[in-house]
C-alpha cells in the first residue's frame, strides 16, 4: 500500500513520534532513519508528502537538500517538508528570505523544536495541495518538464536507432 | 473543432519515425484539433520504455527523455489525458458486450481505451475519432453499432 508521507530523520525517536501523531490523526505514514534506504524505497512506493530534516550525519555525506533534490528527480510532484533549525520558531514561511528559501528547496518548512500540531496542519495542507493538483495531468506533466522538456522530434531522433525495439515493446504490451 | 482519440499503438509513432508519424504530427500539431488519450496510455508508453531500457538496449537517461517528451506533449496541450475514473467497471461491461455477445476479441487494454474515447465523446457532445494503429481494434469500433455515432476509427497503419 503506498503511504500518503514519509518521514526521514536520522533520529529514530523523531521519526517514531512524528509517524504515531500522524498515523493517530488517518494519515497514512513510514519513517526512515537511513537516507539511502529511503531513496531506494521511494523509488518503488513513493510518497506524495516527504518530510525530512536538515541536518544528518557527516558520515552520510548528505544533507536534507540533497535528499529533497534525489526524491524530486524520481517524483518532481512531491511536497516536501523541510525541519530545520535554520528557521528561527518565531519566524514564519512568509518572512523568509528568497535566498533561504531557494537555498531550502521545500514548499514548507518547520522550525525546530517541533510542534507537533503545527507539524499535523502543514502535513494536512501539503496533501490537499497534492490532491487538487493531482486532479491534472497538465500540472504534474509542469513539474515533470520543469527542468527541462523535450520535443516528440527530438524523442524520434533519440529513438531511431531504437525504433524496431520501442515498436516490440508496445505492441508485446498490447497482446495478450 | 474535430476531436481525436489516439491510443498507444498509434501514439508511439509520434516519438518513433514510421509510415503513421505524419499523420500522427498533423493530427496533433494542428491546434485547431483536440486530441485526447487516456492515463493508460501514459502506463503504456512508460511500460514500453521500460521494458527496453530493462534489456539494456537504451540507458536510464533515454527512458527519462521518452518520458519527457509525452509530458512535454501534455504541457503544451497537444495531448490531453483523460482520468479512468470508473473505467474499470465500465470496461468489465464493454467486454461482455463486445467480447461474449458479439464474440469479438476485445483485449483488456483495449476495452479501456473504448471506454475512455466514449467518456470524452459524452462529454464534448461530439463524434470522436479513434486513432489506432490496431486493425481489429478500428475493425471493431466501426463494426459494433452502439459505439455510433460517438465514436468512428482511423487505421494508421505502421
Given amino acids: 500500500m503506498n503511504e500518503q508521507v514519509l518521514v526521514i530523520d536520522d533520529e529514530k525517536d523523531a521519526v517514531d513520534n512524528i509517524v504515531l501523531q500522524l498515523q493517530m490523526r488517518d494519515i497514512t505514514c513510514r519513517g526512515e532513519i537511513d537516507p539511502e534506504e529511503a531513496i531506494e524505497r521511494f523509488r518503488a512506493n513513493p510518497t506524495d ?20 533534490a534525489r526524491l524530486k528527480e524520481i517524483k518532481p510532484f512531491t511536497q516536501f517538508i523541510l525541519i530545520s533549525g535554520f528557521i528561527d520558531k518565531d519566524l514564519d514561511e512568509e518572512t523568509l528570505t528568497e535566498e533561504l528559501k531557494n537555498k531550502l528547496k521545500a514548499n514548507r518548512y518547520i522550525p525546530k523544536p517541533i510542534d507537533l500540531h503545527n507539524l499535523v496542519n502543514i502535513v494536512r495542507e501539503a496533501l490537499q495541495d497534492i490532491d487538487s493538483q493531482s486532479s491534472s495531468w497538465k500540472s504534474m506533466a509542469g513539474e515533470y518538464v520543469s527542468k527541462g522538456s523535450v520535443s516528440a522530434e527530438q524523442a524520434r531522433d533519440l529513438n531511431e536507432k531504437i525504433k524496431e525495439h520501442l515498436v516490440k515493446a508496445v505492441d508485446e504490451d498490447h497482446e495478450e | 473543432m ?60 533515454t527512458f527519462k527523455n521518452n518520458e519527457l517528451a509525452l509530458m512535454t506533449d501534455i504541457v503544451n496541450d497537444r ?46 457532445h461530439e463524434t470522436v475519432t479513434f486513432l489506432t494503429s490496431d486493425k481489429t481494434l478500428a475493425k471493431i469500433i466501426q463494426d459494433v453499432d452502439t459505439f455510433t455515432p460517438l465514436l468512428t476509427s482511423i487505421y494508421l497503419a505502421p
Fill in chain 2, 79 to 124: 495531448l490531453l489525458i483523460t482520468p479512468m475514473t470508473r473505467s474499470i467497471e465500465r470496461a468489465r461491461y464493454l467486454i461482455e458486450y463486445v467480447g461474449v455477445k458479439k464474440k469479438l476479441a476485445l483485449r483488456t487494454g483495449d476495452s479501456l481505451h473504448i471506454v475512455t474515447a466514449l467518456d470524452v465523446a459524452t462529454t464534448v
Fill in chain 1, 49 to 68: 508528502v516527504v518530510i525530512v530534516d536538515y541536518v544528518f550525519p557527516l558520515t552520510t555525506g548528505i544533507t536534507g537538500i540533497d535528499i529533497i
Fill in chain 2, 2 to 61: 474535430p476531436i481525436y482519440y489516439i491510443d498507444t499503438c498509434s501514439l508511439k509513432w509520434r516519438y518513433l519515425n514510421g509510415s503513421p508519424t505524419t499523420d500522427v504530427n498533423t493530427i496533433m500539431d494542428d491546434l485547431s484539433n483536440k486530441v485526447f488519450t487516456s492515463e493508460l496510455t501514459i502506463l503504456e508508453w512508460s511500460n514500453a520504455v521500460a521494458s527496453v531500457c530493462r534489456q539494456g538496449i537504451i540507458d536510464y537517461a
